[in-house]
Structures are given as C-alpha cells and as structure tokens.
C-alpha cells in the first residue's frame, strides 16, 4: 500500500473541509484516525488555510478560509498537471 505524502494528506483535508464541516465526516473523507485529522486540521488552522467556528452547542465546525480555497486550487492544478492521462485502447 501505497503511503501518502503530507502535502496529499493536506489535500485530501482541504477537499474534505470544501464538502463538510463536521470533524468526523472531515477525517472520514480524508481516510484518517480522529487524532490524525484534528493534527492535520490544527496545523492548516495554524497556518491560516482552515478555520474553525464554534456552534451553538460548543462544537467547532471548520470552513475553508480565502487563502484555504486559493490553496485547494492551485493544488488541484498541479495534480491534475501532474497525473498521467489514461488512453483509451482502440479495440
């Protein structure tokens, strides 16, 4: 099994938090533990690319910040730019 580079683990989260807010959902999405999603989170919230929000009930949910959004697309363009396209056989 192939093991991900932490700028794909910070991808995948970005992309997790761009669909859900929920913290467990984010983790889900993301194919991490619990405790390997809120490191990963809290470093993307320190470096201003994540932030959280507190709920009515005391939870913090998490949203993508401009600079977040700005990061998940460029990210998106690089991988896509670096993905080997499949050809189609001709049969």
Request: hydrophobic fraction near 40%; glycine fraction near 4%; avoid cysteine.
């Amino acid at each position: 099994m192939k093991r991900r580079s932490k700028l794909e683990i910070y991808l995948d989260v970005l992309k997790a938090v761009s669909e859900t807010n929920k913290l467990t959902h984010i983790g889900n999405m993301a194919n991490l533990s619990w405790k390997d999603a809120v490191k990963h989170l809290s470093f993307l919230k320190r470096r201003g690319f994540v932030e959280a929000v507190k709920t009515k009930n005391g939870r913090e949910e998490y949203r993508l910040t401009q600079k977040g959004l700005e990061a998940l697309e460029t990210l998106q363009k690089i991988t896509n730019a670096l993905t080997p396209k499949k050809t189609a056989i001709a049969v």
